[in-house]
Nanobody, 115 residues
Framework: QVQLVESGGGLVRPGGSLRLSCVAS????????MGWFRQAPGKQRELVAS???????MYSDSVRGRFTISKDIPKNTVYLQMSSLEFEDTAVYYC?????????WGRGTQVTVAS
C-alpha cells in the first residue's frame, strides 16, 4: 500500500530554516501530484506548496519566496525547504499525493517556530 512518511520537523527560531522530507513507499512519486499542507491548532488544513507530475510548482501567498518544494525521483522523496521561518509557520506539516480522485496522506511532522 501507499505510505508517505514525513520527517525533518522540529523547533526553530524565527528567521531559521528547516527542510522537510516526505519519503514514499508502495508507489513512485512521479505519477502523483505532490503537495505539502499544514494545520495549525484551531485552524483548517491549508495547502502550502505543490509540485505536479510535470514539475509545475505552486505556493500559497504566505510562503511564496520563503519555501521551496522539490522532488528527487531516484530517492522517491519530496522536500520542502523552509527559510525565514515565522511564528505563523508553526503547524503540523503533512505530505500529500494526489491523482484524480485518489489521495494519500502522511501522518505529519511538527514544526514549531519559537524564540
Amino acid at each position: 500500500q501507499v505510505q508517505l512518511v514525513e520527517s525533518g520537523g522540529g523547533l526553530v527560531r524565527p528567521g531559521g530554516s528547516l527542510r522537510l522530507s516526505c519519503v514514499a513507499s508502495g508507489t513512485l512519486i512521479y505519477i502523483w501530484d505532490m503537495g505539502w499542507f499544514r494545520q495549525a491548532p484551531g485552524k483548517q488544513r491549508e495547502l502550502v506548496a505543490s509540485i505536479t507530475r510535470t514539475n509545475r510548482t505552486m505556493y500559497s501567498d504566505s510562503v511564496r519566496g520563503r519555501f521551496t518544494i522539490s522532488k528527487d525521483i531516484p530517492k522517491n522523496t519530496v522536500y520542502l525547504q523552509m527559510s525565514s521561518l515565522e511564528f505563523e509557520d508553526t503547524a503540523v506539516y503533512y505530505c500529500n499525493a494526489t491523482y484524480l480522485s485518489t489521495s494519500h496522506w502522511g501522518r505529519g511532522t511538527q514544526v514549531t517556530v519559537a524564540s
